[in-house]
């Protein structure tokens, strides 16, 4: 067997399926949607393997303990071999909630308002604990899943959650070949300077703790290289985007994920979905259709999006009555306060616009708030502007769906700060998201551009996403382990 061949052993906190109880009470897997889960099964069915997960519904749990924690799942191409890791509820809500959501996620979006928060405290240093106490499990459970593997595997861990388990699984297995991903952007040194040192710290060695990083875009691994020059004992070459620590080297890579394009044009193709476009297009009238398609979430600007599109209103009162923006919300992170805050300024937000500008044969804003992959990609195919306007956006799929599902040479307003701009940026019209006002003048360039330019630009971006499949990016990252294992090997 070559390395290349060498099985999978896949680590991230959520996992390909969560298992739910149906109308008799039965527990069923239902697949989780998103292009890391689908990008991920690719990898698997190529190379066999098995992958790590953690716990996150009742029903996951029930089945972790009932089958021992290992099962195998009859996926669309082929088994996949799950372990769902079994943590308590409590220990599970400090890592996953406290800090894998509460800080992780917040330092590398830019979230926090300076001012007055974060306060690190008391409350802090037991999220921590139990965040490094999950993370040795994890890379616990993954040194066996890999001693059960036919041939030496290689492995890959996913995302903020799991930081600390290249480092881990270092000390475990001292010779393994170890890639981590990153799949939100990374904050840059000085934000990072936000953290307790401590935690600083321990997240930027648990990270070289890999062999390689990976990450969506070049300003987020030139982002990791800036804050690893602050770690003692660190050598960082950023012209090879390279660092040496303990005689070993990490070596920094740009993979940007992409989606499954073939799947989104089966799916938008279904009777189901062309049932939910006709309904749309009743819905729509005689309007040009401004979309949007997010998680419920902080970093998508989705307030700012209205306060643009109320903006776009008031300059061009020619557009009244001819334009209608629907906004698929689904709802995501209830659990956390900042998150259920948000959701009512969301709502408020697209209230006051069509309060202000609404008549009584014209609603401008709708918010369909729900979880419905399916109307998506119904919507997808209907709009003549897609809004995707985040923060701060690791890499942003909705910019790829949109313009592979759309037929009417729809065109991306697309935020500069998303790891998708650096794709697709060429044929989008860019925004910076915190610019309420150039918001709302591309909301109207992108509404009025000539029919030639916006076939133009919507050939591109799906040129652009298909020269992409999404099996190359896991494939990239098992070249990259493989050149690490042959550097190893010469040493
Ligand atoms: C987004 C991010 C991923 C992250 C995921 C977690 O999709 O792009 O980086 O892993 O959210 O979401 P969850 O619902 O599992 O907390």
Same mark, same amino acid.
């Given at each position: 067997?070559?390395?290349?061949?060498?099985?999978?052993?896949?680590?991230?906190?959520?996992?390909?399926?969560?298992?739910?109880?149906?109308?008799?009470?039965?527990? &069923?897997?239902?697949?989780?949607?998103?292009?890391?889960?689908?990008?991920?099964?690719?990898?698997?069915?190529?190379?066999?393997?098995?992958?790590?997960?953690?716990?996150?519904?009742?029903?996951?749990?029930?089945?972790?303990?009932?089958?021992?924690?290992?099962?195998?799942?009859?996926?669309?191409?082929?088994?996949?071999?799950?372990?769902?890791?079994?943590?308590?509820?409590?220990?599970?809500?400090?890592?996953?909630?406290?800090?894998?959501?509460?800080?992780?996620?917040?330092?590398?979006?830019?979230?926090?308002?300076?001012?007055?928060?974060? $306060?690190?405290?008391?409350?802090?240093?037991?999220?921590?604990?139990?965040?490094?106490?999950?993370?040795?499990?994890?890379?616990?459970?993954?040194?066996?899943?890999?001693?059960?593997?036919?041939?030496?595997?290689?492995?890959?861990?996913?995302?903020?959650? @799991?930081?600390?388990?290249?480092?881990?699984?270092?000390?475990?297995?001292?010779?393994?070949?170890?890639?981590?991903?990153?799949?939100? =952007? !990374?904050?840059?040194?000085?934000?990072?300077?936000?953290?307790?040192?401590?935690?600083?710290?321990?997240?930027?060695?648990?990270?070289?703790?890999?062999?390689?990083?990976?990450?969506?875009?070049?300003?987020?691994?030139?982002?990791?290289?800036?804050?690893?020059?602050?770690?003692?004992?660190?050598?960082?070459?950023?012209?090879?985007?390279? !660092? %040496?620590?303990?005689?070993?080297?990490?070596?920094?890579?740009?993979?940007?994920?992409? !989606?499954?394009?073939?799947?989104?044009?089966?799916?938008?193709?279904? =009777? /189901?979905?062309?049932?939910?476009?006709?309904?749309?297009?009743?819905?729509?009238?005689?309007?040009?259709?401004?979309?949007?398609?997010?998680?419920?979430?902080?970093?998508?600007?989705?307030?700012?999006?209205?306060?643009?599109?109320?903006?776009?209103?008031?300059?061009?009162?020619?557009?009244?009555?001819?334009?209608?923006?629907?906004?698929?919300?689904?709802?995501?992170?209830?659990?956390?306060?900042?998150?259920?805050?948000?959701?009512?300024?969301?709502?408020?937000?697209?209230?006051?616009?069509?309060? %202000?500008?609404?008549?009584?044969?014209?609603? =401008?804003?709708?918010?369909?708030?729900?979880?419905?992959?399916?109307?998506?990609?119904?919507?997808?195919?209907?709009?003549?502007?897609?809004?995707?306007?985040?923060?701060?956006?690791?890499?942003?799929? $909705?910019?790829?769906?949109?313009?592979?599902?759309?037929?009417?040479?729809?065109? @991306? $307003?697309?935020?500069?700060?998303?790891?998708?701009?650096?794709?697709?940026?060429?044929?989008?019209?860019?925004?910076?998201?915190?610019?309420?006002?150039? %918001?709302?003048?591309?909301?109207?360039?992108?509404?009025?551009?000539?029919?030639? /330019?916006?076939?133009? &630009?919507?050939?591109?971006?799906?040129?652009?996403?298909?020269?992409?499949?999404?099996?190359?990016?896991?494939?990239?990252?098992? /070249?990259? @382990?493989?050149?690490? &294992?042959?550097?190893?090997?010469?040493?």
């Amino acid at each position: 067997m070559t390395r290349r061949q060498a099985p999978v052993v896949i680590a991230s906190n959520r996992g390909p399926v969560a298992f739910e109880p149906d109308e008799r009470g039965v527990l &069923r897997p239902h697949r989780g949607s998103g292009g890391l889960v689908t990008a991920l099964i690719g990898a698997m069915q190529r190379t066999g393997g098995h992958w790590l997960a953690a716990a996150m519904t009742d029903g996951d749990r029930e089945i972790a303990r009932r089958e021992g924690g290992r099962m195998t799942i009859e996926g669309e191409a082929g088994p996949i071999h799950l372990r769902f890791l079994d943590l308590e509820p409590e220990l599970y809500d400090r890592y996953y909630n406290g800090v894998a959501n509460g800080m992780l996620w917040f330092v590398h979006h830019y979230l926090w308002d300076t001012v007055r928060s974060p $306060v690190f405290d008391e409350g802090t240093e037991e999220s921590w604990q139990a965040y490094v106490e999950v993370n040795r499990r994890f890379a616990e459970a993954l040194a066996e899943e890999g001693d059960r593997a036919p041939a030496e595997p290689v492995y890959l861990v996913q995302d903020y959650h @799991l930081c600390l388990v290249p480092r881990f699984l270092r000390d475990l297995r001292p010779g393994a070949l170890i890639a981590h991903f990153s799949h939100t =952007p !990374i904050a840059g040194p000085t934000y990072m300077r936000i953290l307790p040192i401590r935690i600083r710290e321990a997240l930027l060695r648990g990270l070289l703790g890999a062999d390689v990083l990976g990450f969506h875009s070049p300003a987020w691994a030139e982002n990791f290289l800036m804050s690893a020059r602050g770690v003692s004992g660190v050598r960082v070459d950023l012209p090879r985007s390279r !660092i %040496t620590l303990e005689g070993r080297e990490v070596a920094v890579r740009v993979h940007p994920i992409s !989606i499954d394009a073939a799947a989104i044009r089966r799916l938008a193709a279904t =009777p /189901e979905a062309q049932a939910l476009r006709r309904d749309l297009l009743r819905w729509r009238g005689d309007a040009q259709l401004l979309l949007r398609v997010d998680r419920l979430e902080l970093t998508k600007n989705i307030v700012r999006g209205f306060l643009a599109f109320g903006e776009f209103l008031r300059r061009s009162p020619e557009w009244r009555g001819r334009v209608r923006f629907l906004a698929l919300l689904s709802p995501s992170r209830q659990d956390l306060p900042e998150y259920r805050a948000y959701a009512e300024e969301c709502l408020a937000a697209a209230e006051r616009v069509n309060r %202000t500008y609404g008549t009584a044969s014209w609603i =401008p804003v709708e918010v369909r708030l729900r979880d419905d992959y399916l109307g998506a990609i119904a919507a997808y195919g209907l709009y003549d502007v897609l809004l995707v306007n985040p923060v701060f956006d690791g890499m942003n799929l $909705v910019a790829m769906e949109g313009p592979i599902a759309n037929r009417r040479h729809g065109v @991306l $307003v697309l935020s500069r700060n998303a790891g998708a701009f650096g794709r697709l940026g060429r044929y989008a019209l860019g925004v910076n998201p915190f610019d309420v006002r150039e %918001t709302a003048e591309r909301i109207g360039e992108a509404l009025a551009l000539p029919e030639h /330019e916006r076939r133009r &630009r919507a050939r591109g971006l799906s040129r652009l996403v298909l020269a992409n499949p999404p099996e190359r990016w896991v494939g990239s990252q098992l /070249e990259d @382990l493989e050149r690490a &294992r042959r550097r190893r090997a010469a040493r």
